[in-house]
């Protein structure tokens, strides 16, 4: 349990940093400030987790994949339906957050060993 809710804060750090810089520098993704993608993260993090308990650890950092791939990004896309004053994201800027935020959760570790 503790290794699960491990797992959402270091998402959530991750998903925030990313968002912050990346919505400077990729094109298809705007987020509105520090506080922007402070509430992006919360959402994306609370979607991930929706999404991991209900395929399970198909999606899990370790086993990512082309299907965690493909779930980060669709997540990161419905985010901005929720948040829209916050985020502001087309298809190719869900994929490109997607790749970098799994790029980043390679060399992160999000559960304790």
């Known amino acids: ?3 699960k809710w491990l797992a ?3 998402r959530f750090l991750v998903s925030a940093l990313v968002l912050l810089l990346i919505g400077w520098f990729l094109p298809g993704i705007r987020v509105a400030g ?3 993608a402070l509430i992006a993260a919360i ?3 609370a979607l991930g987790y929706l999404v991991e308990t209900v395929l399970g ?3 899990s950092p370790r086993s990512r994949g082309l299907v ?3 779930t980060a990004a669709v997540v990161i896309y419905v985010a901005q339906f929720i948040i829209p004053a916050f985020l502001s994201v087309n298809i190719l800027g869900a994929l490109l957050a997607a790749l970098v ?3 980043v959760d390679t060399f992160v570790p999000t559960a304790l060993r």
Do not use: D, E, R, Y
């Open 57 to 59: 650890t198909k999606i």
């Open 34 to 36: 520090f506080t922007g």
């Open 1 to 3: 349990m503790v290794n």
């Open 43 to 45: 959402v994306i993090a």
């Open 68 to 70: 965690g791939f493909i």
């Open 101 to 103: 935020i799994g790029v």
């Open 8 to 10: 959402i804060i270091i």
